[in-house]
């Protein structure tokens, strides 16, 4: 009988927009059948490890082609409806294998189970009314986590675009609709992911948030300039809000030349990891792939091979306790104070 693999709970992943834009005729179906250029799907999940996660709903353009613009709010509500149906016909479909979770309890059962625990996300709170008079109704439908913004202004706050080598420092704050998201949030209990806002955006999310502070899928600041990753004085603020980031598996977010390359090694990775856990500590470090999202290195381009990960990871010195802790118990921490649990 082999081990089974490291179990991994991860930060953010776009499969949900992936199975209906390539998958149309069955995109169920898809979520069942390794395909080759994507990344999830059930069969290589359960070889890897891959035991659940946040689960994003991105809003791709009306157009087809312009993303720098934010879509229109019925559009959006629309989409994310779509994808809400589609996480809930996969668990149907799944005879068990996929469980659909609003707490930490039910994810830590789900994870003893040997069942996949996806979690609902919004990544662009376009689908979210300004007055925030359908926020509730989406907590109900199980909306769990939120990212206030994609890399594009909208009613809340203003993206940071995509930019190398530059600043995350890109534009304003918070709008005031935005605090008031902000503090609805934390009411309810739906974390704010501030992997996609700008560099005034976090430091107005941190002034008006009393939960800790989640970057799910971005990396340091230090080691690749993308706008996209953190700065140092980002990364302290998460460490003393109890906060986390995850590491995003994205080439562009790696590379120390933030140009895509499949070819970027495991070491690369682990620096990236090595880095953010000595700047803030072992329990404010996890995974967070963005799966799906974007172009990742061949070493890990499927839940399949997140073992190499893994294994490369324990080989560079991180203990079983501390690998349980990058791979799920750090999120399951953060979430539990995020939700009030």
Not at 73 to 102: H, P
Not at 176 to 192: D, F, Q, R, S, T
Not at 310 to 319: D, H, K
């Amino acid at each position: 009988m082999t081990d089974q693999p490291q179990k991994i709970f991860d930060g953010h992943n776009d499969i949900l927009l992936k199975l209906l834009d390539e998958c149309k005729a069955d995109p169920v179906k898809g979520f069942f059948t390794p395909r080759d250029g994507q990344h999830i799907d059930l069969q290589s999940a359960q070889q890897g490890g891959f035991a659940g996660g946040l689960f994003a709903m991105f809003i791709p353009p009306e157009d087809g082609k312009t993303y720098e613009k934010a879509p229109s709010q019925t559009y959006a509500i629309g989409e994310t409806n779509k994808m809400i149906r589609l996480l809930r016909d996969i668990q149907e479909a799944s005879d068990g294998q996929v469980k659909i979770c609003k707490s930490v309890d039910e994810i830590e059962d789900a994870f003893a189970s040997n069942q996949m625990a996806p979690v609902l996300h919004i990544e662009g709170a376009e689908a979210v009314m300004p007055d925030l008079s359908n926020l509730e109704n989406l907590y109900k439908e199980g909306l769990r986590s939120l990212g206030p913004v994609w890399s594009r202004e909208n009613d809340f706050a203003y993206g940071v675009p995509f930019k190398f080598p530059a600043s995350p420092d890109t534009g304003p704050g918070l709008k005031e609709a935005g605090v008031e998201l902000v503090k609805a949030c934390n009411k309810l209990g739906i974390a704010i992911d501030l992997s996609h806002i700008n560099e005034k955006g976090f430091w107005d999310v941190a002034k008006h948030s009393d939960k800790p502070l989640i970057a799910s899928h971005s990396n340091a600041h230090a080691l690749c300039q993308s706008t996209r990753n953190l700065l140092d004085t980002q990364l302290d603020a998460i460490k003393e809000s109890g906060g986390i980031a995850g590491l995003n598996f994205g080439t562009i977010f790696l590379n120390p030349k933030g140009v895509a390359d499949s070819g970027v090694p495991l070491s690369t990775m682990v620096d990236q990891v090595r880095y953010m856990v000595d700047k803030m500590g072992i329990d404010h470090v996890g995974l967070g792939s963005d799966y799906d999202g974007t172009g990742v290195p061949t070493e890990v381009d499927s839940t399949a091979k997140l073992p190499n990960l893994v294994n490369a990871l324990s080989a560079s010195g991180f203990s079983q306790e501390e690998m349980d802790k990058i791979t799920h118990k750090n999120w399951f921490r953060v979430l539990r104070e995020t939700w009030g649990e």
